[in-house]
């Protein structure tokens, strides 16, 4: 059974920091990896999405990795400001399923 | 901009209260699906539909049904409202296929059962 694990669970940091946020994953078995922007009280907003024969995405001054064979993903986040603040989730779909697992996501301040 | 819209940010029922939450998404995905958000337990799938009038159970489907007369329009049923029914419920859509596609997701509801 895929489970899918975030360390940390929180993180505060002062603007203008690069930070990785980690994700892990159990079956390597993968179709892709997503990560989600939440904010609080509101829907989740894709930021990348990773397929499972990609070793990385970029988006802005967002970089996701994938290494499917030691099951872990990381979200780089190059100068943090404040509106980078949010729970930041990822989920793993696992191969010959519809559906995502989701892990628990890091909650991310940054500090002006 | 493609979109997933929940009907409803929030509502407010009484126990026992028959509730429909609704979903409609216009990026004519094949796959559907409601999830509900508790803290301390992340997201946890309700049910997902994968065509019109098909339907799964997901991890928690108790409590729940739905029901996918359309393609673009996924309802969650609560038969008879509980107080651990609280939560937000989420839903998203994707494409099918052999999983290059990712989920978009609605803005969800915050449901208050009392």
């Known amino acids: 059974k895929q489970e899918v694990t975030q360390i940390p669970a929180a993180l505060s940091v002062p603007e203008g920091e690069n930070l990785v946020l980690n994700c892990s994953f159990t079956?390597?078995?993968?179709?892709?990896l997503q990560w989600f922007r939440q904010d609080p009280g509101k829907g989740l907003t894709s930021l990348l999405l990773?397929?499972?024969?990609?070793r990385e995405q970029t988006s802005g001054r967002l970089n996701a990795s994938l290494d499917k064979s030691s099951g872990r993903s990381t979200l780089y986040i190059a100068a943090s400001q404040p509106g980078d603040s949010a729970t930041y989730l990822c989920?793993?779909?696992?191969?010959?399923?519809?559906?995502?697992?989701f892990g628990t996501g890091t909650r991310l301040k940054v500090l002006a | 901009d493609v979109k997933v819209t929940q009907s409803s940010r929030y509502l407010v029922k009484r126990t026992g209260e028959k509730v429909f939450l609704e979903c409609v998404q216009d990026m004519d995905h094949e796959n559907m699906f409601w999830y509900r958000q508790d803290p301390g337990l992340g997201l946890r799938l309700i049910y997902f539909s994968y065509d019109v009038k098909m339907k799964e159970k997901g991890d928690i489907p108790e409590g729940y049904s739905v029901s996918r007369e359309k393609k673009e329009r996924f309802s969650l049923i609560l038969e008879s409202a509980s107080t651990n029914q609280t939560s937000m419920y989420l839903c998203a859509s994707s494409l099918a296929g052999q999983g290059n596609y990712g989920y978009t997701f609605g803005s969800g509801t915050r449901l208050t059962v009392v």
């Open positions: 079956d390597s078995a993968i179709y892709n």
């Open positions: 990773i397929q499972s024969s990609q």
């Open positions: 989920a793993v779909r696992t191969s010959g399923t519809y559906k995502y697992i």
